[in-house]
């Protein structure tokens, strides 16, 4: 019994230590700092609006705000901060490898590939999840500043704010499963990043005009369908704004459905990355 335990604590303890290398790469490599800044800009575009309303002595409607949240949180966090978020986390995770020529190091130690694969999307995803989850959070803040504390403690805790908040800490923690797995395979399976990127993205913003199918294999069929405020009502699909056919979801899943199709995408396309890994070799001379 205790050899039979033996291959799963050997495992684990290389999975920590792998996290513990991996963290500090994904949160302090100063070739990521951009993605904080990323990050960032929806909480200062929020923060500038209220205080422009403050300033002011205005108040905005809170439906309107919830609305407004709702698209900039679907057109530019979602297919655009988070996106290329996970471009610069992810792909990195082992193309940057190869290219410091320091892969090597990995595969001389005595541990499965699978493992590593596990161990460096974890580190991947913990960084993601911090860093665009807070950034969701401090929007959310930012926005609703310009209110007073009874309107915001109305809206949070006797309508629909705490629940709308959850949903989309919780759609944005799915974006870095999705987005991660899917720019970690890229990462592994080619030497030019850009290639993958720009299919990724056009692949995604092509989404809601591809065949019913087909849009099941994308992240962002997924987690529109998890959105707690559909785009369409937040701007307008009935005053012909052209931005809102990019994010029309016709045949939206259930949120079982969604959170379910999400995860098992991501893990095929985990287990395809691990299976590459395993039969990679180091040829630094060709990078």
């Not at 495992?11 to 792998?18: E, G, K, P, T, Y």
């Not at 009935?238 to 939206?252: Q, S």
Request: aromatic share 14%; glycine share 8%; charged share 15%.
């Amino acid at each position: 019994m205790i050899l039979g335990r033996m291959p799963w604590a050997l495992w684990r303890a290389q999975l920590v230590a792998i996290l513990r290398l991996e963290m500090k790469k994904s949160f302090l490599a100063r070739r990521g700092l951009w993605i904080y800044f990323l990050a960032a800009a929806p909480v200062l575009l929020f923060a500038f609006h209220s205080f422009v309303e403050l300033k002011h002595g205005r108040h905005g409607r809170l439906g309107e705000d919830t609305h407004i949240f709702a698209a900039v949180f679907q057109f530019f966090f979602l297919r655009l901060a988070i996106f290329f978020g996970c471009v610069g986390i992810f792909i990195n995770l082992f193309r940057g490898e190869v290219v410091e020529k320091s892969l090597h190091y990995y595969f001389l130690a005595p541990l499965r590939r699978e493992v590593l694969v596990a161990g460096k999307f974890f580190s991947g995803l913990i960084a993601a999840t911090v860093i665009f989850g807070a950034s969701t959070v401090l929007q959310f803040v930012a926005l609703y500043w310009e209110f007073n504390s009874n309107t915001i403690q109305e809206y949070l805790f006797h309508g629909q704010g705490i629940e709308h908040l959850a949903a989309y800490l919780g759609v944005t923690l799915l974006a870095c499963v999705g987005y991660g797995s899917v720019f970690l395979a890229a990462g592994v399976l080619f030497r030019n990043p850009l290639i993958p990127t720009v299919f990724v993205l056009v692949w995604e913003m092509a989404n809601g005009f591809l065949p019913g199918l087909l849009q099941k294999v994308s992240v962002i069929f997924y987690l529109k369908s998890l959105c707690p405020v559909t785009v369409p009502e937040a701007i307008g699909l009935d005053r012909g704004n052209p931005l809102a056919l990019i994010a029309v979801n016709p045949a939206p899943a259930s949120p079982a459905t969604a959170i379910l199709g999400l995860l098992i995408l991501s893990a095929v396309v985990l287990a395809f990355s691990s299976l590459r890994v395993r039969r990679m070799q180091i040829d630094y001379g060709t990078d």
